[in-house]
């Protein structure tokens, strides 16, 4: 291979040796997941403040260690973005235009809020799910090692949530 040969192809690597197109795709994937994870979030924050009712105590403290899990994966995945040379979003408009998961309003009823963040796991569960089948395809395991630790606690507190329904 000449040396001319040589220097397209590592152009075309970012900066940890993944193809450059093959991150900006996960990039854009991920940017989803971080605006739908920072709406979770933010619900969250508002239930832990707002829940009224006989399960007050209870899902007062779950809502506030849900937000704190969520605040943690918010943080690893900006990290991830930019770890592959791409840029997270980071503005609350961005947020709400690229979320699926939407504000949760003026909610109060514990039952509600919790059938609401059941709700909201699924959507980000339907998002890691696809994540995970690019980033495998494309040989990104930094990404596939993020994506299914976080799929394996999120199935299980909505098996928990589920539970709490029933």
Known sequence: MNKNK?????????????????????????????ANYHLYYQNLRGFHWNVKGVYFF????????????ALSK???????ILTIGQQPLHTFSDYIVNSTIKEAGKLNDG????????DSLTVLLNFERDILSLAAETGDEGTVTLISDDINE????????????S
């Open 6 to 34: 040589i220097k397209r192809e590592m152009n075309k690597l970012n900066n940890i040796g993944l193809q450059k197109q093959d991150s900006q795709q996960i990039a854009e994937q991920l940017n989803e997941l971080l």
């Open 58 to 69: 209870q899902l007062h403290d779950k809502f506030e260690e849900l937000y704190n899990n």
């Open 74 to 80: 918010i943080d690893a995945i900006a990290e991830r």
């Open 111 to 118: 039952l509600e809020m919790v059938k609401a963040t059941y």
């Open 154 to 165: 999120n199935e299980k507190t909505l098996w928990m949530l589920k539970a709490f329904l």
